[in-house]
Nanobody, 124 residues
Framework: VQLQASGGGLAQAGGSLSLSCAASGHTFKGYAMGWFRQRPGQEREFVAVIGSSGGTTYYADSVKGRFAISRNTATNTAFLQMNSLKPEDTAVYYC??????????????????WGQGTQVTVSS
């Protein structure tokens, strides 16, 4: 089972970036997919999660109204559109998956699968 994250990079405050997460080696039917982020010296922080059918989404208060999570169930790919970026959004972003029945949860220990991180840097 692999989650391959892509996207990210550098943006100015107020700008936009998008992330993608492609799942392979598993159907992920019944699995929610989500994103966490981690700043240096800090714990991994919940960002957003989307249910297996794509019909339910949950966001951290810090990104609500600015970020949008979506998924393509046919290709097992999740997306995170990040708008109105702030310098405090700077972090390594990780895609993840967990059993659908467990969401909403912001506890990273409840997530079974993790992709490699991708850096997002927002300059002021």
């Amino acid at each position: 089972v692999q989650l391959q994250a892509s996207g990210g990079g550098l943006a100015q405050a107020g700008g936009s970036l998008s992330l993608s997460c492609a799942a392979s080696g598993h159907t992920f039917k019944g699995y929610a997919m989500g994103w966490f982020r981690q700043r240096p010296g800090q714990e991994r922080e919940f960002v957003a999660v989307i249910g297996s059918s794509g019909g339910t989404t949950y966001y951290a208060d810090s990104v609500k109204g600015r970020f949008a999570i979506s998924r393509n169930t046919a290709t097992n790919t999740a997306f995170l559109q990040m708008n109105s970026l702030k310098p405090e959004d700077t972090a390594v972003y990780y895609c993840t998956a967990t059993w659908d029945a467990l969401i909403p949860t912001d506890d990273y220990r409840k997530y079974d699968y993790w992709g490699q991180g991708t850096q997002v840097t927002v300059s002021s």
